[in-house]
């Protein structure tokens, strides 16, 4: 099988391997589509949470499951299932806390065990039973099911945010987790939605999203009263800060209403400073939650 292996930092390469033999009680899945997560990039160009090299990556999989060990009832050959990154152990305290997105013991599909860049993947039993799988609906394309676990972390996101209908949401970034935040947070029937990035090529992208307004700024320090201006300057419900910038994460908390929950969602690189300041009291006496979320549960993928 050919699969794109990250050897070092900064060095990927396409190689040949042998295909993999089914694992005990495990199966082979044919991987039909693989998504490039932003989360990727920093491992090929920093080396984040890449156990060891040479690691082959990519974690929004989906594909069809072609063997299976005859011991396994779960599922069966010619299933399409689609794959999220974490496995947890289900025995720790935060996954005996419903927190299995942050299990002590996890095994991280690309970065510890073999990932999805590739053209067939083994599935272990821990991966089976435990592991964030689901079945593809019949109406979904294999390239369709893969963005699940991406829509995964952002159904995480908004869980924490207590979204629900009739909140104003700001957005941070406009990636495509950014434009997918959009998506969810009007299905969620968000009353007003605002997207800011300094990009204004990649905002002009995030038109084809439902947003309501699409601001552009160069200037991080001058987008907090842009957007207050389109919610009355009572700050917004719900903000996400859905980039990798400490700057735009401090200003995010200044977007912040009464009650507000904010969601600093990017991750910072592992070489770079990740320390953020702000007021104890704009927080305090709005009685605001800042916090964050990683990665997704097998059910927020499901969903």
Known sequence: MLAAVLDNIKEINV????????????????????GICSSDLKFINHGDRVKEFPAILGHEIAGEIIEIDKNTSDFNVGDRVALAAEIPCKKCRPCLNDLENLCDNVLSIGTTIQGGFSEFMPLSKDLLVRGPINLIPQNLTYNQASLAETLGCVINAMDFCRMKSGKTVAIIGAGYMGCLMINVARLLGAKKIVMIDKDAKRLKRAEAFSADIYLSTKDLNSFVQLALNEVDNEGFDAVFAACSNTEAFKQSILLGGKGAYINLFGGI?????????????????????????????????KT
């Open 269 to 301: 690189n592992k070489n770079e400073n990740d320390l953020v300041s702000f007021s104890s009291n704009f927080v305090h006496y709005r009685q605001i939650t800042v916090g964050g979320t990683f990665s997704s549960t097998k059910n927020n993928h």
């Open 15 to 34: 190689r040949e391997f042998q295909n993999p033999t089914i694992p005990t009680s495990g199966a082979i899945l044919k991987v039909h589509s693989c």
